[in-house]
């Protein structure tokens, strides 16, 4: 299956936080989009990685993915190095997405700068034919480029490049999020409290996507920002 937006996300329940809204309205335009966890989450306070697989599965349907998939590499503990780079780079080859968006580019949490970084460098290691790859079936496989990559903003500010507008998807962002029951603001779960599950955090998840949405004259949404500028081939494409 070829997508046309592949997101990457360290943990699962990054790309609900970051950029489902922007995935959901990429859906309903029609795209097909993916998600690969990088990790199963495993040294999260709250959940157990079984928990955390059945909740991305619940968040996928809600935002109507057409693929999501987990590579299993150690929570806390993945490296930007040739193995974890060749796994990504046979998803990308797989996929042939036109757009890839990865976790932002740093944040409170390493792993979300380290897997902005091993993702950025497989996006350009998978255009080398030199770099041979196998397909899940065994197939040798193509090269592959996407034609440009986003990051998204998570929990430290960062100025965005691009901002989506996302103000007709936002009750379906919050709920892609809430389907991590384990994880985020539930008054009827008596386990211990974290950074993420506190009523605060969502406040503070709002407050953010007006902030960007107020920056473009609507009232939510998401920012990006890129690795190169942005080229249009007249003024126009920007209104």
């Known amino acids: 299956m070829k997508l046309d937006i592949l997101t990457f996300a360290s943990h699962p329940d990054d790309a ?22 990088l990790t199963r989450g495993e040294l999260g306070t709250r959940g157990t990685p079984e928990t955390r697989a059945n909740e991305a599965e619940a968040a996928s349907k809600v935002m109507g993915l057409s693929v999501r998939e987990n590579l299993g590499f150690a929570d806390g503990f993945f490296v930007n190095d040739k193995a974890h780079q060749l796994k990504i780079v046979e998803k990308i080859r797989q996929y042939r997405p036109e757009l890839v968006i990865m976790n932002a580019i740093h944040d409170r949490h390493p792993d979300h700068g380290k897997g902005s970084e091993v993702v950025s460098q497989a996006c350009f290691l998978a255009g080398l034919k030199m770099i041979e790859t196998t397909g899940p ?22 100025k965005p490049d691009v901002i989506v507008d996302i103000t007709p998807y ?70």
């Open 170 to 239: 936002w009750d379906q962002k919050l709920e892609s999020i809430r389907a991590f029951k384990t994880q985020f603001y539930n008054p009827d779960d008596a386990s211990e409290n974290t950074y993420i599950s506190s009523p605060e955090f969502m406040e503070f998840l709002e407050a953010r996507a007006k902030e960007y949405g107020h920056a473009i004259g609507v009232t939510y949404g998401e920012g990006f920002t890129v690795e190169r500028h942005i080229g249009v081939k007249s003024l126009f494409d920007l209104i």
């Open 16 to 37: 609900e936080l970051g950029c489902s809204g922007t995935i959901i309205a990429h859906i309903a335009a029609g795209k097909k989009v993916g998600i690969i966890d």
């Open 137 to 158: 079936g065994g197939e040798k496989q193509e090269a592959w480029r996407p034609k440009v990559v986003y990051h998204y903003i998570q929990d430290r500010y960062i």
